[in-house]
C-alpha cells in the first residue's frame, strides 16, 4: 500500500481501519458514495457496511439507508449492500442483478433520474440531506485537495453537501490519473447560474482536484484494490452488421454535406454494440474524431491510440480488466487527450446541444412511430434505469437508438406495435438502427415513419405481423394521425408472458 498517497498531515492524522469508518454510518442515514460503471467506487467501506447491517438484523434491529451514486457501482457496493436488506432507496442509475431483483420484489424503492439532474435535485434539497459521502480518490496533495481516482461522477456535490465525509484513499488507482480530471466549480442554481464556457470537448474549464472542508472529514481510509469492470464479449455477426449500418449512414451524411469530414463529438452507451461501432470507427476513414461522452470505453482507447480519436470527455471509465490494466500501464499516453468531468457537466443538456453530440444509445424496444423504451421489460419490471441516455437523445445533434432486432432467441420483437414503457419520445428520436438495417425518421409523420421503421429495422419474422397491425390500425383507428388498436396494442407483450413468445402459436 502506498502510504505517501496522503500528503496532507491533518488529514494523515485521520487515517483509521476501515471498519471503524463504516462504524459512523448509523441507522436511516442517507449516504452519497463514488462509483460510476464499476469506477471510483469505495472498496472496503460498503462491505464492512453490510456486514454491520446483517449482524444488527440478525439481533433484531432495523438498520437500513438510502444510497446515491454517480450511477451503477459493483458488486461489492450494490450488491453487498442489497443482500444484506440494507438499502432503502437507490438512486440514480443501477445495475446489479442483486439490487435489481430487490426493486421488481418492491423491496427498495428506486428513483431513476437521468444523470444530469442528480446533483440539481440534491442541492435544491428535494431530496433531503446527505448525512455522510464515502468517496474514493487516488490521492490527497499537501494542501488537502483531493485527487479523483477513475470516475467523477456526483464526488464534488457529494463532498459540498455532506455532513460527515469518509475517504477511502486508493493506491491501485495510477497516480498518473492526476491532472486528467476538470472539475468545474461555476455551476449555481437559477436565479444565478451563468453559461459554462466550454466550447471543443476537449476544454479544460475547471480545476484539477476536488474540495473538501477538512472539519467535516471524520475518517480516512487506505485501500489498495481494483475497479470491477466486467469484460466485454466479442461483437457477434448482429453488432457488426447494426454497427455497420450506422457507420454507412454516417459516411453517408459526410458525402451529402449535412456533417463534416471529422464528424460531431460522438457519446455513446456502454455495452458490446457500443464497442462494435467504436471498432468499426476504427476501420473507417473517419480521422480526428472527437468524443463528449458519459464513459471511456475499451473501444475509445483503441481510437485514442491510432490518432483516428483525438480526445475524449466523460466523467468515468467503464472498462474490461485488460483494458484497466492497459491503461494504467500508459496512463501518461493517454492524460493530455482524456479528461474526466462531474457528470452534471458531461451529461450537461446545453452544452450536448450546443457541441452538436451524436448520440448512439441502446435500447429494449422501439415501436412504430419512433417511441423508446430503454429502461423496463414487459412494461413494468426495471432493468437498468434510464441513465444519461435521455440527457443525450433529447438535446443531440442526431440521436440514434440501437439493439438486435429480437431477443431470448426470436421470442421478443425489439420492433413492437407499441412500447410498454416510454423513456424517450418519438420527438427525441431521429435514427433506429437495428441489424437488418437503418430508418432515419427525421422529418416524417407518424405514417410514414412506421412503414419505414417495419421495412428497415424489423426482424423478417414479425414484418407480416406489424404490417397487418399497422393496416387495420390505419382502417379502425380512433385517429389516423398516429393510428392505434388500443385493444391490441400490447398484446404482443401480453401475448410473451402467457406464452414466452411474442408470435403467435
Same mark, same amino acid.
Given at each position: 500500500m502506498d502510504?505517501?498517497?496522503i500528503r496532507n498531515?491533518?488529514?494523515a492524522?485521520?487515517?483509521?481501519p476501515?471498519?471503524?469508518?463504516?462504524?459512523?454510518?448509523?441507522p436511516?442515514?442517507?449516504?452519497?458514495?463514488?462509483?460510476?460503471?464499476?469506477?471510483g467506487?469505495p472498496?472496503?467501506?460498503?462491505?464492512?457496511?453490510?456486514?454491520?447491517?446483517?449482524?444488527?438484523h440478525?439481533?433484531?434491529?432495523?438498520?437500513?439507508?438510502?444510497l446515491?451514486?454517480g450511477?451503477s457501482?459493483?458488486p461489492e457496493?450494490d450488491?453487498?449492500?442489497a443482500a444484506a436488506?440494507g438499502?432503502?432507496?437507490?438512486l440514480?442509475?443501477q445495475s446489479?442483478p442483486?439490487?435489481r431483483q430487490?426493486i421488481n420484489?418492491?423491496?427498495?424503492?428506486?428513483?431513476?433520474?437521468?444523470?444530469?439532474?442528480v446533483a440539481?435535485l440534491?442541492?435544491?434539497g428535494?431530496?433531503?440531506?446527505l448525512?455522510?459521502?464515502?468517496v474514493?480518490?487516488s490521492g490527497?496533495t499537501?494542501?488537502?485537495q483531493l485527487?479523483?481516482?477513475?470516475?467523477v461522477?456526483?464526488?464534488?456535490?457529494?463532498?459540498?453537501?455532506?455532513?460527515?465525509?469518509?475517504l477511502e484513499v486508493?493506491?491501485?488507482q495510477p497516480?498518473?490519473?492526476?491532472g486528467?480530471?476538470?472539475?468545474y466549480y461555476?455551476?449555481?442554481?437559477p436565479?444565478?447560474?451563468?453559461?459554462?464556457?466550454?466550447?471543443r470537448p476537449?476544454?479544460?474549464?475547471?480545476v484539477?482536484?476536488?474540495r473538501?472542508d477538512?472539519?467535516?472529514?471524520?475518517?480516512?481510509?487506505?485501500?489498495?484494490s481494483?475497479?470491477r469492470?466486467?469484460?466485454?464479449s466479442?461483437?457477434?455477426d448482429?453488432?457488426?452488421?447494426?454497427?455497420?449500418?450506422?457507420?454507412?449512414?454516417?459516411e453517408h451524411?459526410?458525402?451529402?454535406?449535412r456533417?463534416?469530414?471529422?464528424?460531431?463529438?460522438?457519446?455513446?452507451?456502454?455495452?458490446?454494440?457500443?464497442?462494435?461501432?467504436?471498432?468499426g470507427?476504427?476501420?473507417?476513414?473517419f480521422?480526428?474524431?472527437?468524443?463528449y461522452?458519459e464513459?471511456?470505453?475499451?473501444?475509445?482507447?483503441?481510437?485514442?491510440? =491510432? #490518432?483516428t480519436l +483525438?480526445?475524449?470527455?466523460a466523467?468515468? *471509465?467503464? @472498462?474490461? !480488466?485488460?483494458?484497466?490494466?492497459?491503461?494504467n500501464?500508459h496512463v501518461?499516453?493517454?492524460?493530455d487527450?482524456?479528461?474526466?468531468?462531474?457528470?452534471e457537466?458531461s451529461?450537461?443538456?446545453?452544452?450536448?446541444?450546443?457541441?452538436g453530440?451524436?448520440a448512439?444509445?441502446?435500447m429494449i424496444e422501439?415501436?412504430?412511430?419512433?417511441?423508446?423504451n430503454?429502461?423496463?421489460?414487459?412494461?413494468s419490471?426495471?432493468?437498468?434505469g434510464?441513465g444519461g =441516455? #435521455?440527457?443525450? +437523445?433529447?438535446n443531440?445533434?442526431?440521436? *440514434?437508438? @440501437?439493439? !438486435?432486432s429480437?431477443?431470448?432467441d426470436?421470442?421478443?420483437?425489439?420492433?413492437?406495435?407499441m412500447?410498454?414503457?416510454?423513456?424517450?419520445?418519438?420527438?427525441?428520436?431521429s435514427v433506429?438502427?437495428?441489424?437488418?438495417g437503418?430508418?432515419?425518421?427525421?422529418?416524417?409523420?407518424?405514417r410514414?415513419?412506421?412503414?419505414?421503421?417495419i421495412d428497415?429495422?424489423?426482424?423478417?419474422?414479425?414484418?407480416?405481423?406489424l404490417t397487418?397491425?399497422?393496416?387495420?390500425a390505419?382502417?379502425?383507428a380512433?385517429g389516423?394521425?398516429t393510428?392505434? @388498436?388500443?385493444?391490441e396494442?400490447?398484446?404482443?407483450?401480453?401475448?410473451y408472458?402467457?406464452?414466452?413468445?411474442?408470435l403467435?402459436?
Amino acid at each position: 500500500m502506498d502510504t505517501g498517497r496522503i500528503r496532507n498531515a491533518a488529514l494523515a492524522r485521520k487515517v483509521v481501519p476501515a471498519d471503524e469508518a463504516a462504524a459512523l454510518i448509523r441507522p436511516g442515514d442517507t449516504l452519497g458514495m463514488s462509483g460510476f460503471t464499476g469506477a471510483g467506487h469505495p472498496k472496503a467501506v460498503p462491505g464492512l457496511l453490510a456486514q454491520r447491517i446483517t449482524a444488527a438484523h440478525a439481533a433484531g434491529e432495523p438498520f437500513r439507508v438510502d444510497l446515491w451514486t454517480g450511477a451503477s457501482t459493483a458488486p461489492e457496493l450494490d450488491g453487498a449492500l442489497a443482500a444484506a436488506d440494507g438499502i432503502g432507496l437507490r438512486l440514480p442509475y443501477q445495475s446489479d442483478p442483486v439490487a435489481r431483483q430487490k426493486i421488481n420484489a418492491g423491496e427498495i424503492d428506486y428513483v431513476d433520474v437521468h444523470l444530469s439532474h442528480v446533483a440539481q435535485l440534491a442541492w435544491e434539497g428535494f431530496l433531503g440531506p446527505l448525512d455522510v459521502a464515502v468517496v474514493e480518490v487516488s490521492g490527497i496533495t499537501e494542501d488537502g485537495q483531493l485527487i479523483p481516482s477513475s470516475s467523477v461522477g456526483n464526488n464534488k456535490t457529494w463532498l459540498d453537501l455532506a455532513e460527515k465525509v469518509v475517504l477511502e484513499v486508493n493506491s491501485w488507482q495510477p497516480a498518473g490519473l492526476d491532472g486528467m480530471h476538470d472539475v468545474y466549480y461555476g455551476t449555481a442554481l437559477p436565479p444565478n447560474r451563468r453559461p459554462v464556457q466550454l466550447t471543443r470537448p476537449g476544454d479544460r474549464i475547471g480545476v484539477p482536484h476536488l474540495r473538501v472542508d477538512p472539519d467535516k472529514v471524520v475518517a480516512v481510509v487506505e485501500t489498495h484494490s481494483p475497479d470491477r469492470n466486467t469484460p466485454f464479449s466479442e461483437p457477434d455477426d448482429t453488432a457488426r452488421a447494426i454497427a455497420g449500418h450506422l457507420i454507412e449512414y454516417l459516411e453517408h451524411q459526410v458525402t451529402v454535406g449535412r456533417l463534416p469530414a471529422e464528424l460531431l463529438p460522438l457519446q455513446s452507451g456502454v455495452g458490446n454494440v457500443a464497442n462494435a461501432v467504436l471498432s468499426g470507427l476504427q476501420e473507417s476513414r473517419f480521422e480526428q474524431l472527437t468524443a463528449y461522452t458519459e464513459v471511456i470505453q475499451d473501444g475509445m482507447l483503441d481510437l485514442l491510440r =491510432s #490518432g483516428t480519436l +483525438a480526445s475524449t470527455s466523460a466523467t468515468a *471509465f467503464s @472498462l474490461s !480488466p485488460t483494458a484497466i490494466a492497459d491503461f494504467n500501464a500508459h496512463v501518461a499516453e493517454f492524460r493530455d487527450r482524456i479528461v474526466l468531468r462531474p457528470q452534471e457537466i458531461s451529461n450537461h443538456p446545453e452544452i450536448v446541444r450546443r457541441l452538436g453530440v451524436l448520440a448512439m444509445n441502446g435500447m429494449i424496444e422501439a415501436d412504430l412511430y419512433g417511441n423508446v423504451n430503454s429502461t423496463h421489460l414487459m412494461g413494468s419490471r426495471i432493468q437498468n434505469g434510464i441513465g444519461g =441516455s #435521455g440527457d443525450f +437523445a433529447r438535446n443531440a445533434y442526431v440521436s *440514434f437508438f @440501437l439493439t !438486435p432486432s429480437t431477443a431470448k432467441d426470436g421470442a421478443i420483437s425489439s420492433i413492437v406495435p407499441m412500447v410498454s414503457h416510454v423513456d424517450h419520445t418519438e420527438h427525441d428520436v431521429s435514427v433506429v438502427v437495428t441489424e437488418h438495417g437503418l430508418a432515419d425518421l427525421r422529418g416524417l409523420p407518424p405514417r410514414k415513419r412506421a412503414q419505414l421503421v417495419i421495412d428497415k429495422c424489423a426482424h423478417p419474422d414479425y414484418r407480416p405481423l406489424l404490417t397487418d397491425y399497422y393496416e387495420r390500425a390505419e382502417r379502425g383507428a380512433y385517429g389516423r394521425h398516429t393510428p392505434h @388498436l388500443l385493444a391490441e396494442a400490447l398484446s404482443w407483450h401480453t401475448r410473451y408472458l402467457e406464452t414466452g413468445s411474442m408470435l403467435p402459436g
